[in-house]
């Protein structure tokens, strides 16, 4: 089964009570996600689409800090970035009245509005600033750079506090870029 297919298999399925597990720490485990979405166990990439779903169903952040998580036992692992990368994105409506849905790499598909805001993080190393979209309590996607452009083309400016901003709208909410005479003039 190619890998596309099987996530649409698995991501319409709900997802485990992970509010109701609080389960003893079992210690760290040789997983990490890469900042481009790749599952990499014990240093090879994990290649099974129903695999990396199934983990990314019982992934669970607390602080900084990202464990697996079963109704018995949690284990640590390593996220580079953010645990899952916007990979799709399609837009309904126009204007104030737009929507829109982002894809992830393990399946999920979220509208950006007040209970999944999109915010820009400037990267302390780099001083460029990434996307972010919060997908579920505390897990966010980073928004792959072409989306972004997309993002980018779809902004327009807003008054906001009496200063204009550009940004994008959706979910009935504003997300701003910041300043549109910063941004505008770059």
Do not use: C
Request: hydrophobic letters at 40%; zero cysteines.
């Amino acid at each position: 089964m190619r890998y596309a297919a099987a996530l649409e298999e698995t991501a319409g399925r709900p997802l485990p009570p992970l509010h109701k597990w609080n389960p003893e720490f079992r210690g760290d485990i040789d997983l990490v996600i890469k900042s481009d979405g790749t599952w990499v166990y014990e240093g090879s990439p994990i290649r099974r689409a129903r695999l990396v779903r199934l983990f990314s169903t019982v992934l669970k952040r607390e602080g900084d800090n990202y464990y697996l998580v079963t109704p018995v036992e949690k284990l640590g692992l390593q996220v580079e970035d953010a645990p899952f990368v916007a990979v799709l994105m399609r837009r309904e409506g126009e204007g104030a009245a737009q929507s829109l849905f982002f894809k992830t790499n393990v399946g999920d598909e979220v509208v950006v509005g007040p209970e999944h805001p999109l915010q820009l993080v400037t990267d302390p190393e780099t001083g460029e600033q990434k996307p972010y979209i919060e997908v579920r309590e505390g897990l966010e996607a980073l928004v792959t750079r072409a989306l972004f452009y997309d993002l980018v083309a779809l902004g327009e400016t807003h008054h906001v506090d009496g200063e204009a901003q550009f940004g994008v709208w959706s979910g009935g909410r504003f997300f701003s870029f910041g300043p549109a005479a910063a941004i505008l003039n770059e």
